[in-house]
T-cell receptor
Framework: GAVVSQHPSWVICKSGTSVKIECRSLDFQATTMFWYRQFPKQSLMLMATSNEGSKATYEQGVEKDKFLINHASLTLSTLTVTSAHPEDSSFYIC???????????FGPGTRLTVL | GQQVMQIPQYQHVQEGEDFTTYCNSSTTLSNIQWYKQRPGGHPVFLIQLVKSGEVKKQKRLTFQFGEAKKNSSLHITATQTTDVGTYFCAGSLGGGGNKLTFGTGTQLKVEL
């Protein structure tokens, strides 16, 4: 199946700093990517839909100014957690939709810990 | 908004026993997908169901999509320790974005 990578796989940062997470589709072009957040022992919650060349669509309750999404190319979307706080500590997972098969492929996730 | 619930939340079985998780959506779905997530890992796609009443099998796993396209089930026959993980259903309303709403998940533990 298709491969989606995420970088970094884990990050520890101080409160108040910003963290950028990259999501890449390695062998297909993804016009649409999705960003999810998963707290321990909970389900995946969709944060936003990232569309190449246009603004991301955020889910209700997700602050667009805090979680900046940029989908500058067909193979890369980035999520920047600005002014991170301990409550932002979570597992962030991206997925990319292969327009050919319409299937979503998930990245390995990024575990963010804010001290 | 759309809600997707799964029961049970947890299930402990002895190896060799069967396991079933049920998924219910508050709205009619275009398709439903199932994922498995091992502890510490990311969701791995298992299957997609599209047609009303569809049944698909993958070795010991049987997936069903309800006639009304609002519920689904995953049944594992003769569980093995390798089946341990959390099983999520994820429903899509269709459309160009194909946004998925994940179910609450069922955590399966298999004991020898």
């Amino acid at each position: 199946g298709a491969v989606v990578s995420q970088h970094p796989s884990w990050v520890i940062c101080k409160s108040g700093t910003s963290v950028k997470i990259e999501c890449r589709s390695l062998d297909f072009q993804a016009t649409t990517m999705f960003w999810y957040r998963q707290f321990p022992k909970q389900s995946l919650m969709l944060m936003a839909t990232s569309n190449e060349g246009s603004k991301a669509t955020y889910e209700q309750g997700v602050e667009k100014d805090k979680f900046l999404i940029n989908h500058a190319s067909l193979t890369l979307s980035t999520l920047t957690v600005t002014s991170a706080h301990p409550e932002d500590s979570s597992f962030y997972i991206c997925s990319a939709r292969d327009p050919g098969s319409n299937e979503q492929f998930f990245g390995p996730g990024t575990r963010l810990t804010v001290l | 908004g759309q809600q997707v619930m799964q029961i049970p939340q947890y299930q402990h079985v002895q190896e060799g026993e069967d396991f079933t998780t049920y998924c219910n959506s508050s709205t009619t779905l275009s398709n439903i997908q199932w994922y498995k997530q091992r502890p510490g890992g990311h969701p791995v796609f298992l299957i997609q169901l599209v047609k009303s009443g569809e049944v698909k099998k993958q070795k010991r796993l049987t997936f069903q999509f309800g006639e009304a396209k609002k519920n689904s089930s995953l049944h594992i026959t003769a569980t093995q320790t390798t089946d341990v993980g959390t099983y999520f259903c994820a429903g899509s309303l269709g459309g160009g974005g194909n946004k998925l709403t994940f179910g609450t998940g069922t955590q399966l533990k298999v004991e020898l």
